[in-house]
């Protein structure tokens, strides 16, 4: 009885707490937060393309590179909060007045790193190289978009 | 005598003969030669960037029919419709007319184009290439696409003011292949500066917004729709110094920068609608002509060509802290920088960025003037 109280005010105490925290998430901090995961796919993508073009060769790491890519690209979604568009960003307001085009690209994206990964995995260098092409654009397409450039 | 007359004949029949003979294998020579023309023309389009400028931004757009809104210090352009319409397009031009627009900047009743549009980079096309150019061009199917009329400040409502800038500014000598420097530089020099009128944009303009091509791809604070546009010369940091080949190979075909980031901007639509679709060959040679060029600082410490984390650090660099200062009178330092910022831009922008046009006349670049007026809010 004793024990299952004790339990009880620590889960609560843990619930409040990670409540606390979570409200506690400011515009800055999610900002920062998007930039990093950002940056992550950018340095997988940076090594990847060293790989697949044959400036280094560790081919055995191309799928751990894929790999990263496709967990972070479906994480992409939910890193674009309301509240988000101001401060110290370069994201577009257009994300949020036309958040169904937005995701459908997010959705495109996801499914051409899907195609890219399976490549990998077939071990199949042409469909490889297509496919990475169709990421890039699909990055491309949305940085175009919705990202703002030099300014 | 009795001879003559089927001498006569005979001859005839040669000169028939070698009539048909010549006009035939011409016709199969010329239908050869129209086919690859076509193919080369197709080829230049995307080279010479048309198809950026000449389309519409909007989904449904056709290709090359016109209507892109193009904004610039000098005001808003519309690009025309390229297609063959009578009406609204390039209906009835020939080949001379092609050639003095490319070339020349003249629209068929001879009056002068504004320089929105890159005849100074296409003066240097070769003949071949500007009939090549011409002939797909008149092959499209012609599309009815009336496009608006361009939004300029008053003394630039007629196209005739520019007679005046281009005997100030245009040079209209064709390309002359450097005999010191290898095929692929020189055919990359053919395609960045002329053809793919990389300068167009990324060489800083002059207060009348000519080309300064003594900065040759130096960055352009005021590019195109208000972007700053980064310097492509060797310095290794406000430059593409770090870039390697590959990674300029593999910029141009994709649109991928060095640290894995994809570009936007408008470079991106340059890359969709140019550089990926040029022949690997060609690509290499614009990369071996880019890495060719010296390095030069920009004067203006915006927007260098992204290496790692650009835009956080750009912002941050940008005219130094000074931007946040509340001090009204510039410290030396910044009004140097200032000072080379309102120089590089055209005088349309000096207002707005807040340049003291008592100092900004040609004339006063001594460095008792730059010190005695440059009190700008703004650094």
Redesign the interface.
């Known amino acids: 009885m004793r024990r299952s109280r004790l339990t009880t005010l620590l889960t609560l105490a843990t619930l409040a707490f990670a409540g606390n925290s979570l409200a506690a998430t400011t515009p800055a901090d999610a900002i920062k937060y998007r930039k990093a995961v950002m940056s992550a796919m950018a340095a997988h993508t940076s090594a990847f393309s060293l790989i697949s073009f044959g400036r280094v060769e560790h081919q055995g790491h191309m799928l751990a590179h894929v790999d990263a890519l496709a967990v972070l690209g479906t994480q992409l979604k939910v890193l674009f909060p309301a509240g988000t568009g101001t401060g110290d960003t370069d994201a577009l307001p257009l994300i949020w007045q036309e958040q169904a085009r937005f995701g459908e690209l997010l959705t495109a994206s996801e499914k051409s790193t899907a195609d890219l990964r399976a490549a990998v995995a077939a071990g199949d260098k042409a469909a490889t190289m297509k496919a990475f092409k169709a990421v890039g654009d699909s990055c491309k397409g949305c940085h175009d978009r919705y990202r703002k450039e030099n300014d | 005598m009795s001879r003559r007359p089927w001498l006569r004949v005979e001859s005839r029949l040669c000169a028939a003969l070698l009539v048909w003979l010549s006009v035939s294998t011409g016709t199969a020579a010329s239908a050869e030669q129209s086919a690859d023309r076509m193919e080369r023309g197709r080829y230049l389009i995307h080279a010479g960037g048309c198809i950026s400028c000449h389309t519409a931004d909007r989904p449904d757009a056709i290709p090359l029919a016109g209507g892109r809104r193009l904004e610039t210090p000098f005001g808003v352009f519309y690009s025309p419709n390229l297609t063959p319409d009578p009406k609204t397009g390039l209906g009835g031009w020939t080949d001379a007319d092609f050639n003095a627009a490319l070339r020349h900047g003249r629209a068929p009743d001879g009056s002068p184009y504004y320089p929105v549009f890159p005849y100074p980079a296409y003066a240097g096309m070769s003949d071949r290439d500007v009939a090549a150019i011409a002939a797909w061009l008149r092959s499209l199917p012609p599309v009815d696409n009336p496009v608006p009329a361009h939004e300029l400040p008053w003394y630039l409502g007629s196209r005739w003011v520019m007679l005046g800038w281009n005997l100030l500014f245009f040079d209209s000598r064709p390309f002359t292949a450097d005999p010191a420097r290898d095929t692929d530089w020189n055919r990359g020099a053919y395609l960045v500066r002329h053809l793919g009128h990389c300068g167009e944009c990324h060489t800083p303009r002059n207060l009348l917004g000519a080309r300064d091509d003594s900065r040759e791809l130096a960055g352009n604070p005021d590019?195109p729709d208000?972007?700053?546009?980064?310097n492509i010369r060797q310095d290794r940091d406000g430059g593409i110094g770090r870039w390697s080949i590959?990674d300029l190979l593999?910029f141009l075909e994709?649109?991928?920068l060095?640290?894995?980031?994809?570009?936007?901007?408008?470079m991106?639509?340059v890359?969709?609608d140019n550089t990926s679709h040029l022949t690997a060959d060609d690509r290499r040679a614009i990369a071996v002509y880019l890495q060719s060029l010296a390095p030069l600082d920009s004067p203006y410490s915006?927007?260098p060509a992204r290496t790692a984390?650009f835009?956080?650090e750009s912002?941050a660099g940008r005219h130094g802290s000074g931007q946040q200062s509340a001090v009204k009178v510039c410290r030396p330092q910044q009004e140097q920088e200032k000072w080379q910022e309102c120089l590089q831009r055209t005088w349309f922008r000096w207002i707005a960025i807040g340049c003291s046009p008592a100092c900004m006349w040609p004339s006063s670049t001594d460095p008792g003037c730059k010190h005695r007026s440059m009190h700008m809010a703004s650094c």
Request: hydrophobic share 25%.
């Open positions: 590019g208000n972007e700053k546009i980064p590959e593999l994709m649109g991928m060095p640290d894995g980031d994809f570009t936007g901007s408008s991106s639509a890359i969709d915006g927007a984390h835009h956080h912002r």
